[in-house]
C-alpha cells in the first residue's frame, strides 16, 4: 500500500490567514490524490480531487497543487468554518489509502 | 442531491459477522462504484473496499478473506459483510459513492457513519 505523510499534524491559525497542508506519497502517484475535510461527528466531506480541481460547492479559498509525490492544500483565507482535520488520500492504486491527517484549529 | 443513509448492528462480539447496509436517494445509480471506508478510534481512515452497480468488486487485500460486499440495484442499495470479527475492527464505517470520472477515483458523498464495537 502506498503510504501518504502529511505535514503539520496540527496548526493553530487566526481567520484570514493563510494555511498549506502538505501530502508526500511514498510513490509518485501522479495527480491521483483528493483532499477531505471533516468536522468532528460528521463523515469526511471531498474539497479537492485529482490533486486540484475543486469539488462541486467548496468556496473557492481552497486550492490544490502539485504531481508525482508532494502535494499540498491551501486555504487562502481561513474562515471559522475550516476547523477540523484534513486528509490527504491517493486513488492511484485500486486500494486508496488516507493520509494520518492535519488538525486544524482556528483562533 | 444524492443521499447515502446506512444501518446496522453497532455492537457485536468477537467471532460474529458485522452486517452493515447502504441505501443510496436521488441521482444516478450506475456509473459509479460504491464504497466502504472505515475509522478507527484513532482516526486513521482505511479503505475496504468497493462495487459497481453490476457486482464487479475490489477488497483491500488484507480484508479479502473475510469481507463481502454486495449490491441490490433494485432496492439502490449495497452491502458489508465482515466475517469473523475481533476488536481490531471496532471503527467507524462508511459508505461512499466513488465518482470515477477521468479515472481519478475520490469519494463524492458519504453516509453519516455507523460506530460498530467489538466487545466480549
Known amino acids: 500500500d502506498i503510504q501518504l505523510t502529511q505535514s503539520p499534524s496540527s496548526l493553530s491559525a487566526s481567520v484570514g490567514d493563510r494555511v498549506t497542508i502538505t501530502c508526500r506519497a511514498a510513490?509518485?502517484?501522479?495527480?491521483?490524490l483528493n483532499w477531505y475535510q471533516q468536522i468532528p461527528g460528521k463523515a469526511p466531506n471531498l474539497l479537492i480531487y485529482a490533486a486540484s480541481n475543486l469539488q462541486r460547492g467548496v468556496p473557492s479559498r481552497f486550492s490544490g497543487s502539485g504531481s508525482g509525490t508532494e502535494f499540498t492544500l491551501t486555504i487562502s483565507s481561513l474562515q471559522p468554518e475550516d476547523f477540523g482535520t484534513y486528509f490527504c488520500?491517493?486513488?492511484?492504486?485500486?486500494?486508496?489509502?488516507f493520509g494520518h491527517g492535519t488538525r486544524v484549529e482556528v483562533k | 442531491q444524492v443521499q447515502l443513509q446506512q444501518w446496522g448492528a453497532g455492537l457485536l462480539k468477537p467471532s460474529e459477522t458485522l452486517s452493515l447496509t447502504c441505501a443510496v436517494s436521488d441521482g444516478v445509480f450506475s456509473g459509479y462504484y460504491w464504497s466502504w471506508i472505515r475509522q478507527f478510534p484513532g482516526k486513521g481512515l482505511e479503505w475496504i473496499g468497493e462495487?459497481?452497480?453490476?457486482?464487479?468488486?475490489n477488497y483491500k487485500s488484507s480484508l479479502e478473506s473475510r469481507v463481502t460486499i454486495s449490491v441490490d440495484t433494485s432496492k439502490r442499495q449495497f452491502s458489508l459483510r465482515l466475517n469473523s470479527v475481533t476488536a481490531a475492527d471496532t471503527a467507524v464505517y462508511y459508505c461512499?459513492?466513488?465518482?470515477?470520472?477521468?479515472?481519478?477515483?475520490?469519494?463524492?458523498?458519504w453516509g453519516q457513519g455507523t460506530l460498530v464495537t467489538v466487545s466480549s
Open positions: 510513490q509518485t502517484i501522479n495527480t491521483y
Open positions: 462495487i459497481d452497480h453490476g457486482g464487479r468488486t
Open positions: 488520500q491517493q486513488s492511484y492504486t485500486t486500494t486508496w489509502t
Open positions: 461512499a459513492r466513488t465518482a470515477t470520472t477521468g479515472g481519478f477515483y475520490r469519494g463524492d458523498s
